[in-house]
C-alpha cells in the first residue's frame, strides 16, 4: 500500500526577487576572523513601477532640467566678475545666486526621494521616461559642445569681432554646460546599475553649486563699498548737473564751485551725498569770445561750457543705458572719468566804461 502525501493546492508564487548588493564592508571578529557585512536590496522583478515613482522621476528629471539651464548663467557671470572686473556682473549675480540657491536644494530633494524609489533595471513607464531624458540630453549637448568649440576657434583664428578673452569665457561656459550635461546623460543611463551613481551625480551638482554660489557672493563683498561709492556716481551725476545748468539760467552765469549750488533740499538724497562726500569734480570753461546772439550792452545768449569728473574703483560697461543724455558718467571704466556738457542760455555782460573822444588841445604855446 502506498502511502499518498498531501499536497497543497495553492499555487506556488511564480515571483522571483533579485538582490543587489548596495554596499559591503569587511571586519574582523574577537577570533580575529573576517567578517563580510552586505547591505542587500532586494527588488522583484516583476514589481510594477508605481505612480509615486514616476510623479518623483519627472518631478527630478524637470527640476535638473532647471539646474542645468540655469547653472551656466551662475558660472559665466562668476567668471565674467573675476575676468573683466565691470560691475555691470555683480548687479546680475543676485539673480542667479537666488535662482541657484532655491532650484539646487529642490531638485537635490526630488532626486532623493526619486532614488529611494528607482528601478535598477527600469521598465515600463519608467523606462520609457528615462528614454526621453536621455534624447533630450543628447540633443542639448551636441549644440553646447558645437558653440564651445566655434567660441574656441574664434580665439584661435581672430576673426570674430570680439577680444580674445571674451571667446574664452563663452567656450568656458560652453565646456561647463556640456560636462554637466554628460553627468546627467551618464546618470539617467547608468549603464553598470550602480546605485552609488545617481547619489554621486547629485552630490556633484549640490557641491558646485554652492561653491558657485559662495564665489559669487563673499568676493564682491570684499570692495563693496567701493563699489557703492561708484553706484552713487552713477546715480546723481545727472542731477547735479542738472542743478548746474539750474543754477546757470537763474544767475546768468555758471557757479564758480558745486557749493554754490542751492535748493539741495530738493535734490534726492544720492544727489546730496554726492556733493557731500565731494565725489564729483566741476570746472565750469570759460570762453574768451562768446558768440552772442543779441548785441545789447546789458545782456546776451551764449553757450556755457562746463566739466565734471569722477574717480571710478571698478569700471562698468552696461549694454543698454537708460538715460537720454550720452553726457553722463553711467558707462565708465575704472579710473577718472570726465564729461563735458553745455548749456546755451541768457548771460549778463558786464558794461563797458564810455570812452570819450580825446579833444586836441590846439592852444599849443605861441612861437
Same mark, same amino acid.
Given at each position: 500500500?502506498?502511502?499518498?502525501?498531501?499536497?497543497?493546492?495553492?499555487?506556488?508564487?511564480?515571483?522571483?526577487?533579485?538582490?543587489?548588493?548596495?554596499?559591503?564592508?569587511?571586519?574582523?571578529?574577537?577570533?580575529?576572523?573576517?567578517?563580510?557585512?552586505?547591505?542587500?536590496?532586494?527588488?522583484?522583478?516583476?514589481?510594477?513601477?508605481?505612480?509615486?515613482?514616476?510623479?518623483?522621476?519627472?518631478?527630478?528629471?524637470?527640476?535638473?532640467?532647471?539646474?542645468?539651464? @540655469? *547653472? &551656466?548663467? $551662475?558660472?559665466?557671470?562668476?567668471?565674467? +566678475? !573675476?575676468? /573683466?572686473?565691470?560691475?555691470?556682473?555683480?548687479?546680475?549675480?543676485?539673480?542667479?545666486?537666488?535662482?541657484?540657491?532655491?532650484?539646487?536644494?529642490?531638485?537635490?530633494?526630488?532626486?532623493?526621494?526619486?532614488?529611494?524609489?528607482?528601478?535598477?533595471?527600469?521598465?515600463?513607464?519608467?523606462?520609457?521616461?528615462?528614454?526621453?531624458?536621455?534624447?533630450?540630453?543628447?540633443?542639448? @549637448? *551636441? &549644440?553646447? $559642445?558645437?558653440?564651445?568649440?566655434?567660441? +574656441? !576657434?574664434? /580665439?584661435?583664428?581672430?576673426?570674430?569681432?570680439?577680444?580674445?578673452?571674451?571667446?574664452?569665457?563663452?567656450?568656458?561656459?560652453?565646456?561647463?554646460?556640456?560636462?554637466?550635461?554628460?553627468?546627467?546623460?551618464?546618470?539617467?543611463?547608468?549603464?553598470?546599475?550602480?546605485?552609488?551613481?545617481?547619489?554621486?551625480?547629485?552630490?556633484?551638482?549640490?557641491?558646485?553649486?554652492?561653491?558657485?554660489?559662495?564665489?559669487?557672493?563673499?568676493?564682491?563683498?570684499?570692495?563693496?563699498?567701493?563699489?557703492?561709492?561708484?553706484?552713487?556716481?552713477?546715480?546723481?551725476?545727472?542731477?547735479?548737473?542738472?542743478?548746474?545748468?539750474?543754477?546757470?539760467?537763474?544767475?546768468?552765469?555758471?557757479?564758480?564751485?558745486?557749493?554754490?549750488?542751492?535748493?539741495?533740499?530738493?535734490?534726492?538724497?544720492?544727489?546730496?551725498?554726492?556733493?557731500?562726500?565731494?565725489?564729483?569734480?566741476?570746472?565750469?570753461?570759460?570762453?574768451?569770445?562768446?558768440?552772442?546772439?543779441?548785441?545789447?550792452?546789458?545782456?546776451?545768449?551764449?553757450?556755457?561750457?562746463?566739466?565734471?569728473?569722477?574717480?571710478?574703483?571698478?569700471?562698468?560697461?552696461?549694454?543698454?543705458?537708460?538715460?537720454?543724455?550720452?553726457?553722463?558718467?553711467?558707462?565708465?571704466?575704472?579710473?577718472?572719468?570726465?564729461?563735458?556738457?553745455?548749456?546755451?542760455?541768457?548771460?549778463?555782460?558786464?558794461?563797458?566804461?564810455?570812452?570819450?573822444?580825446?579833444?586836441?588841445?590846439?592852444?599849443?604855446?605861441?612861437?
Amino acid at each position: 500500500m502506498t502511502k499518498v502525501t498531501p499536497t497543497n493546492n495553492k499555487p506556488e508564487p511564480t515571483e522571483t526577487s533579485e538582490e543587489q548588493v548596495v554596499s559591503e564592508t569587511v571586519t574582523k571578529n574577537e577570533a580575529g576572523q573576517q567578517v563580510i557585512r552586505r547591505v542587500v536590496r532586494r527588488t522583484a522583478q516583476n514589481e510594477s513601477t508605481s505612480g509615486t515613482t514616476i510623479i518623483f522621476q519627472v518631478l527630478s528629471y524637470i527640476g535638473w532640467a532647471l539646474v542645468i539651464s @540655469g *547653472l &551656466p548663467w $551662475l558660472f559665466d557671470t562668476v567668471v565674467r +566678475f !573675476f575676468v /573683466f572686473s565691470s560691475s555691470e556682473y555683480v548687479s546680475v549675480i543676485p539673480h542667479v545666486a537666488a535662482t541657484a540657491l532655491v532650484l539646487v536644494p529642490a531638485a537635490f530633494l526630488l532626486d532623493m526621494f526619486y532614488r529611494k524609489r528607482e528601478q535598477l533595471h527600469k521598465s515600463g513607464g519608467e523606462l520609457a521616461l528615462s528614454i526621453v531624458a536621455l534624447v533630450l540630453t543628447g540633443l542639448a @549637448g *551636441l &549644440p553646447s $559642445l558645437i558653440y564651445a568649440f566655434t567660441q +574656441f !576657434f574664434y /580665439f584661435i583664428l581672430g576673426t570674430g569681432d570680439q577680444t580674445g578673452t571674451e571667446y574664452l569665457v563663452r567656450s568656458g561656459t560652453g565646456l561647463f554646460t556640456v560636462l554637466i550635461l554628460a553627468g546627467f546623460f551618464l546618470r539617467t543611463l547608468n549603464r553598470k546599475k550602480a546605485t552609488r551613481l545617481p547619489k554621486l551625480y547629485s552630490l556633484t551638482m549640490l557641491t558646485v553649486s554652492v561653491a558657485l554660489v559662495l564665489t559669487a557672493v563673499i568676493s564682491p563683498i570684499t570692495n563693496r563699498q567701493q563699489r557703492i561709492d561708484d553706484r552713487l556716481i552713477e546715480v546723481g551725476n545727472q542731477e547735479v548737473i542738472h542743478a548746474i545748468k539750474s543754477y546757470a539760467r537763474s544767475n546768468g552765469k555758471l557757479p564758480a564751485s558745486l557749493k554754490d549750488i542751492d535748493n539741495r533740499d530738493k535734490m534726492s538724497s544720492e544727489a546730496r551725498q554726492l556733493l557731500d562726500q565731494n565725489l564729483l569734480e566741476y570746472k565750469p570753461i570759460t570762453t574768451d569770445n562768446p558768440s552772442p546772439s543779441s548785441t545789447s550792452s546789458s545782456s546776451q545768449y551764449a553757450t556755457l561750457s562746463f566739466e565734471v569728473c569722477a574717480t571710478f574703483n571698478t569700471k562698468n560697461k552696461p549694454y543698454f543705458s537708460y538715460s537720454s543724455s550720452s553726457n553722463n558718467l553711467k558707462s565708465h571704466d575704472a579710473g577718472r572719468t570726465c564729461t563735458r556738457d553745455e548749456i546755451w542760455t541768457h548771460v549778463k555782460v558786464p558794461k563797458k566804461p564810455a570812452t570819450t573822444p580825446q579833444t586836441q588841445d590846439n592852444t599849443g604855446d605861441a612861437s
